[in-house]
């Protein structure tokens, strides 16, 4: 019994060692992930064509070999919001996270989620994150609870240009409030931009790709720019003469046709509001100019990551995700910035490049949203989806970009306040019920409500069937989208230039 005892103990220690090993070998085999967040850049850039003049040839390269969504929308148009929604899985009307001041741990529904890199990280992967992918890039918002290993993102966030004074932004219009002030830009002549925290982050990001793994990666990196406020190095604002700039087509009576609450959410006819001092001021061409300026400069900060990439032994094993959280207006329904539920705001960039899977300049154009990636992902590293997701996985249109997709794309702005966007329409109905409905095969620039037509009814009837049942009370009980200053603080920690 004993010799028969020892003989079972070692088959069990043979078999034991085997599955261990053929547990390591298939985690070996598992694709790394490269995750690149891209703060407020709506659709300009050179593969989505959203502005003739902008230049973004790294991204444009990085298109070139996977698959760009034409057609890609967040979930929320605010940075903490939309974010929270990409990192969780779960929509702001299940969690309740519509703004900048609703921390999503607080959620009731999020406050022990397991985010993006916690299931990766539960799967046999090591998490590493530097920049903003949650709403902050440090501290309590930036959940370090979710990473491996978690870089404090230092360097100079070029937050305030030294023309800025307490009474005079560097662009010349005055001062109003705090909201107003970050709405700023100008040229740094004299700045080491080595020393700038994206490219900092840049930096960090491509020492990573050049060191030794004993499991597949998930590594994350988030550039701030275009984020508020246009602050970058001389060099990028060179790149766009200010007498060449063309500003997108602006329709002065485009406010006319929508309901009150569209208006409030614009702004556009306040006059301490954005566009009316960008008009009264005459800064259309300069504001362009600042935001294919700060364009720039994170397509050469993103330039950095993918070269380390190309040139590291992990090349053709890592799947690479770039995105936008947001879009961002720059004048369309007479309003600047995110918030707002149209098209600018909502849309996005987001490639997906999976070696093996993506044909190099693939191009899909069915409706996805940013909600989508965390399933997406799951499935393409080959591990369990977490069955909290509420987004659908695309790799069904990564092997075929038009393969059949009934899934219109769902933007939240607050309790209530939805758009549903489809492959040819888009419906908004506010919290208030009020709605607009654009056709965008005839009316691209959303500048023709036809909520009311008697011919698109049905359209409207259709859309709305997507619209949640049911919306979670905001977390923090502010209402206000905008919300905190959070996303836009530089820590302590941050080198000052003169």
């Given at each position: 019994?004993?010799?028969?005892a020892?003989?079972v103990?070692?088959?069990?220690?043979?078999?034991?060692c085997?599955?261990?090993q053929?547990?390591?070998?298939?985690?070996g085999?598992?694709?790394?992930?490269?995750f690149?967040?891209?703060?407020?850049?709506?659709?300009?850039?050179?593969?989505?064509?959203?502005h003739?003049?902008?230049?973004?040839?790294?991204?444009?390269?990085?298109?070139?070999?996977?698959?760009?969504?034409?057609?890609?929308?967040c979930?929320?148009?605010?940075?903490?919001?939309?974010?929270?929604?990409?990192?969780?899985?779960?929509l702001p009307?299940?969690?309740?996270?519509y703004?900048?001041?609703?921390y999503?741990?607080?959620?009731?529904?999020?406050?022990?989620a397991?985010?993006?890199?916690?299931?990766?990280?539960?799967?046999?992967?090591?998490?590493?994150?530097?920049?903003?992918?949650f709403?902050?890039?440090?501290?309590?918002?930036?959940?370090?609870?979710?990473?491996n290993?978690?870089?404090?993102?230092?360097?100079?966030?070029?937050?305030?240009?030294?023309?800025?004074?307490?009474?005079?932004?560097?662009?010349?219009?005055?001062?109003?409030?705090?909201?107003?002030?970050?709405?700023?830009?100008?040229?740094?002549?004299?700045?080491?931009?080595?020393?700038?925290m994206?490219?900092?982050?840049?930096?960090w990001?491509?020492?990573?790709?050049?060191?030794e793994?004993?499991?597949?990666?998930?590594l994350?990196?988030?550039?701030?720019?275009?984020?508020?406020?246009?602050?970058?190095?001389?060099?990028y604002?060179?790149?766009?003469?200010?007498?060449?700039i063309?500003?997108?087509?602006l329709?002065?009576s485009?406010?006319?046709?929508?309901p009150?609450?569209?208006?409030?959410?614009?702004?556009?006819?306040?006059?301490?509001?954005?566009?009316?001092?960008?008009?009264?001021?005459?800064?259309?061409?300069?504001?362009?100019?600042?935001?294919?300026?700060?364009?720039?400069?994170?397509?050469?900060?993103?330039?950095r990551?993918?070269e380390?990439?190309?040139?590291?032994?992990?090349?053709?094993?890592?799947?690479?995700?770039?995105?936008?959280?947001?879009?961002?207006n720059?004048g369309?329904?007479?309003?600047?910035?995110?918030?707002?539920?149209?098209?600018?705001?909502?849309r996005?960039?987001?490639?997906?490049?999976?070696?093996?899977?993506?044909?190099?300049?693939?191009?899909?154009?069915?409706?996805?949203?940013?909600?989508?990636?965390?399933?997406?992902?799951?499935?393409?590293?080959?591990?369990?989806?977490?069955?909290?997701?509420?987004?659908?996985?695309l790799?069904?249109?990564?092997?075929?970009?038009?393969?059949?997709?009934?899934?219109?794309?769902?933007t939240t702005?607050?309790?209530?306040?939805?758009?549903?966007?489809?492959?040819?329409?888009?419906?908004?109905?506010?919290?208030?019920?009020?709605?607009?409905l654009?056709?965008?095969?005839?009316d691209?620039m959303?500048?023709?409500?036809?909520?009311?037509?008697?011919g698109f009814?049905?359209?409207?009837?259709?859309?709305?069937e997507?619209?949640?049942?049911?919306?979670?009370?905001s977390?923090?009980?502010?209402?206000?989208?905008?919300?905190?200053?959070l996303?836009?603080?530089?820590?302590?920690?941050?080198?000052k230039?003169?």
């Amino acid at each position: 019994m004993k010799k028969y005892a020892i003989v079972v103990l070692v088959l069990l220690s043979v078999v034991s060692c085997k599955k261990n090993q053929e547990s390591e070998d298939e985690l070996g085999k598992k694709p790394n992930i490269l995750f690149i967040a891209v703060d407020d850049l709506n659709d300009w850039t050179g593969f989505l064509g959203g502005h003739p003049q902008v230049q973004t040839p790294n991204m444009d390269k990085l298109a070139a070999t996977g698959m760009v969504f034409e057609r890609a929308y967040c979930a929320s148009p605010a940075c903490n919001p939309s974010r929270s929604a990409i990192m969780t899985g779960i929509l702001p009307n299940s969690s309740g996270v519509y703004g900048n001041s609703d921390y999503f741990r607080d959620s009731p529904v999020l406050a022990n989620a397991l985010t993006i890199p916690q299931w990766f990280g539960k799967h046999g992967y090591k998490t590493l994150a530097r920049g903003k992918i949650f709403h902050h890039p440090n501290g309590k918002w930036s959940d370090s609870i979710s990473w491996n290993t978690k870089a404090y993102a230092d360097g100079n966030w070029m937050n305030k240009h030294p023309n800025q004074t307490k009474t005079t932004l560097a662009n010349g219009m005055p001062y109003v409030s705090r909201f107003e002030q970050i709405f700023d830009w100008g040229a740094l002549n004299s700045i080491d931009e080595e020393q700038s925290m994206d490219v900092a982050t840049a930096n960090w990001a491509s020492e990573q790709l050049q060191k030794e793994y004993e499991s597949p990666f998930f590594l994350a990196c988030g550039i701030f720019r275009p984020h508020l406020p246009w602050n970058v190095p001389q060099k990028y604002y060179d790149l766009f003469p200010l007498e060449t700039i063309q500003v997108p087509e602006l329709l002065e009576s485009d406010l006319n046709d929508i309901p009150e609450r569209g208006k409030d959410f614009s702004g556009g006819m306040d006059p301490n509001k954005d566009y009316q001092r960008i008009k009264r001021h005459h800064l259309f061409k300069e504001a362009v100019q600042a935001y294919l300026a700060s364009i720039a400069y994170a397509d050469a900060c993103v330039g950095r990551i993918l070269e380390s990439l190309e040139n590291s032994p992990y090349s053709d094993n890592t799947i690479v995700v770039l995105w936008g959280d947001h879009g961002w207006n720059l004048g369309e329904k007479l309003h600047y910035r995110k918030f707002v539920l149209w098209e600018e705001s909502a849309r996005v960039p987001l490639i997906i490049k999976a070696p093996s899977l993506t044909e190099s300049g693939s191009v899909s154009r069915r409706t996805v949203n940013l909600l989508d990636l965390y399933p997406t992902l799951s499935e393409l590293a080959g591990i369990p989806i977490n069955p909290k997701n509420e987004g659908k996985s695309l790799v069904p249109l990564l092997k075929n970009p038009i393969v059949d997709w009934n899934y219109p794309s769902l933007t939240t702005l607050g309790p209530n306040d939805h758009s549903v966007r489809d492959e040819n329409f888009r419906y908004i109905r506010y919290a208030d019920g009020t709605e607009e409905l654009y056709d965008h095969v005839n009316d691209p620039m959303e500048w023709k409500n036809i909520a009311d037509y008697p011919g698109f009814q049905h359209v409207k009837q259709t859309l709305a069937e997507w619209i949640p049942k049911e919306s979670a009370p905001s977390v923090s009980g502010n209402l206000d989208p905008r919300g905190t200053d959070l996303d836009r603080k530089a820590p302590k920690k941050v080198v000052k230039y003169e």
